[in-house]
């Protein structure tokens, strides 16, 4: 079934369909920990997407090459390099962002996302097909980073990217800031998430069963 | 079940293919790490510089240009060439005319979550902390953060008193942390509701510092006055 589906599907899929945080809830860490305010979720889900396609790449060019039984630590060699690799980029570009991010650009090392499409994906398929499977799940993950994120910010901070919203008078929600803010966040959102999810199902159920009727 | 399906599991892969995969990826992974790190490390480096630049400035408002002195096991000041990182570091903030403004000082302590690293300036003149930038902190967002944001809190620091004794011993009056609202002494710290373990912690390790280096520091005056 997989092999019917073009690359453009395996692009597709990571945004909505299967977006590794509203329908497969993986890699909850960061997304709690670090989508306190836009920049911060944007940059850090970027990060996270550049370390999923370098990975992807790299583990499905050389999968006939990895034995069995040595996979799991040669993904974890490739994906710390990369992880590595961001890291340093991120203190060239700027400290002010490295000092935000923290220690979870290391720990971008052990999200579960990354060896997840490792080992289900990229170590199964073409190197374009599991590009563009990175390329999908990353930017999938960084846009609901960025959708926590900036309502985080709004809420919190009355701001979105440090520009200033709000009147003065706003009482900012400083919960939303703190880490019990990432939890109602990301409630919220999976609240919206499914229920849309429901609404289109409930839709194509009468759709069919209209036609049905009218067929017979 | 025909016998076709009673296939025998495929043999395991030899040691040397799986030696081969590891040192291999090994070797990549290393070659790549080295690489990036040796193109980025200059860049790296710049920026570390340019915002401990930037700070200095910041608590010293007057200053144009800086240098950085080490302080010797004499107890004198030299001036550091080079790399300026390390410990026992001050750094003197000149104006236009190269007239010394100021020291900029680096202090770390405990705060709520983490140890907070701060630079504050010491103005000659004033006798007093003229400034205070917050370089690392990892306080609650939100309360604890006000330590760098909060106005009312930034405003104890355009001016806190650290004048020392008459002997040149020690300060005069230790740096002390009062309640919001509650500050009528020059040396007090009004502190933040809401964030006080905080601000209590800002104040206690301007103390510690202040009273180890401001001594120090106008005993050996002429080591600054020398360097255009």
């Given at each position: ?216 | ?19 081969r995969a590891m040192v291999g990826v090994g070797v990549f992974c290393g070659l790549l790490i080295v690489s990036v790190f040796q193109v980025t490390l200059p860049v790296i480096?710049?920026?570390k510089a340019e915002a401990l630049q930037q700070a200095i400035f910041h608590v010293l408002p007057s200053a144009r240009t800086s240098a950085a002195y080490r302080l010797d ?98 300060l005069a009056n230790p740096i002390v942390p009062v309640k919001h609202g509650e500050k009528t002494k020059p040396w007090e710290v009004d502190g933040i509701t809401g964030a ?33």
């Amino acid at each position: 079934m997989a092999s019917s589906k073009s690359s453009t599907d395996e692009f597709i899929k990571g945004l909505w369909k299967e977006n590794p945080v509203f329908v497969q809830v993986l890699g909850m860490c960061p997304v709690l920990a670090v989508s306190n305010t836009a920049m911060n979720a944007l940059a850090m889900g970027l990060a996270t997407a550049f370390v999923l396609v370098m990975s992807n790449i790299v583990v499905s060019s050389l999968r006939t090459f990895i034995p069995k039984q040595v996979r799991i630590a040669t993904y974890i060699l490739i994906i710390a390099t990369f992880v590595t690799v961001v890291d340093y980029v991120i203190q060239a570009v700027s400290l002010e962002l490295y000092k935000a991010l923290g220690a979870f650009i290391s720990l971008i090392v052990v999200n579960c996302l990354i060896l997840g499409r490792a080992e289900a994906f990229a170590s199964k398929n073409t190197v374009a097909r599991s590009t563009m499977d990175g390329l999908g799940m990353g930017i999938g993950f960084a846009f609901a980073l960025f959708c926590l994120g900036a309502v985080r910010e709004i809420l919190g901070n009355g701001s979105l990217f440090g520009v200033a919203l709000f009147h003065d008078s706003f009482q900012k929600w400083v919960v939303m800031i703190l880490p019990s803010g990432g939890f109602f966040t990301l409630a919220a959102w999976l609240l919206l998430f499914n229920w849309l999810k429901q609404r289109k199902a409930k839709k194509e159920a009468t759709a069919t069963l209209a036609l049905r009727k009218e067929v017979a | 079940m025909s016998p076709s399906e009673l296939v025998s599991p495929p043999a395991p892969p030899s040691v040397w293919h799986m030696y081969r995969a590891m040192v291999g990826v090994g070797v990549f992974c290393g070659l790549l790490i080295v690489s990036v790190f040796q193109v980025t490390l200059p860049v790296i480096e710049r920026n570390k510089a340019e915002a401990l630049q930037q700070a200095i400035f910041h608590v010293l408002p007057s200053a144009r240009t800086s240098a950085a002195y080490r302080l010797d096991e004499a107890g004198g000041f030299k001036l550091l060439e080079g790399d300026a990182a390390g410990e026992q570091l001050v750094y003197a903030g000149y104006d236009e005319a190269q007239q010394l403004v100021g020291l900029a000082v680096q202090a770390q302590g405990m705060g709520y979550q983490d140890v907070i690293a701060l630079i504050y300036g010491y103005s000659f003149t004033e006798q007093a902390i003229v400034g205070i930038q917050v370089l690392e902190s990892k306080e609650t967002p939100g309360l604890g953060d006000k330590i760098e944001t909060d106005p009312a809190f930034l405003e104890n620091f355009k001016g806190l008193d650290v004048s020392v004794r008459g002997d040149g011993s020690a300060l005069a009056n230790p740096i002390v942390p009062v309640k919001h609202g509650e500050k009528t002494k020059p040396w007090e710290v009004d502190g933040i509701t809401g964030a006080t373990i905080s601000s209590v912690a800002i104040a206690a390790l301007l103390d510690r510092s202040a009273e180890y280096w401001v001594p120090r520091i106008r005993s050996n005056l002429g080591d600054f006055q020398g360097e255009e």
